[in-house]
């Protein structure tokens, strides 16, 4: 039995992309971008489950923090520094920190906590995160689109490339082998 990937691709990519968009989703966005540019999804579609994803993701996070936070965050002794920098950050510019945490690499998943912790209102939070999904899927989709253009044709022609090094990897195995072939000759000779 094979497996048709292009129409798994159809048929799951969108759920794909709302799930993987829940947590760190940039690699979800811009594969879902790729197959857009493939025409195996619609590029509107895949900013729209991504966003939806994104906005999912945050919002759960952001009612955990708002709930449990503040215990949550206690055990972090060595960063509470950091942490009150975020507080500071969310009470004087809320717009840009929720938008930004977004963006930023290893603050995705604390982010959020860390808002929900900071009592900043959850209607606002609502707002924002609706607002930071879209610009944050709507680039990370383009950027697939566009980026397939110049990987699909590379991908396309994989075979052609995978061959080849298949050959390359074989004769390199072989060559290696017949290396240690004759050094365990060599040493056995040596030894009688």
């Known amino acids: 039995m ?73 055990r972090f002794e060595k960063q509470q520094s950091k942490i009150d920098k975020a507080n500071t950050l969310i009470h004087r510019h809320p717009a840009l920190f929720v938008i930004g945490a977004r963006f930023m690499y290893g603050f995705r998943i604390i982010g959020p906590i860390i808002i929900g912790s900071s009592g900043l209102h959850p209607w606002l939070f609502v707002l924002l995160n609706i607002i930071g999904a879209a610009i944050w899927a709507g680039l990370f989709a383009s950027l697939g689109f566009y980026a ?16 080849p090094l298949f050959w390359v990897a074989v004769a390199a195995l072989v060559i290696w082998g017949a290396w240690k072939l004759i050094q365990w000759l060599r040493t056995r000779n040596s030894a009688q």
């Not at 971008?33 to 994104?54: D, K, P, S, T």
């Open 2 to 74: 094979s497996i048709d990937i292009h129409s798994l691709i159809s048929h799951y990519g969108y759920l794909a992309l709302v799930i993987g968009c829940m947590a760190e989703g940039e690699t979800f966005v811009l594969l879902g971008g790729i197959a857009a540019h493939e025409g195996l999804l619609h590029l509107y579609w895949v900013i729209a489950a991504a966003m939806l994803g994104g906005i999912i993701g945050d919002q759960i996070l952001f009612f955990l923090g708002w709930r449990y936070g503040t215990k949550f965050l206690t």
């Open 148 to 163: 397939g253009k110049i990987i699909t044709p590379w991908l396309n022609r994989i075979e052609d490339y995978l061959e």
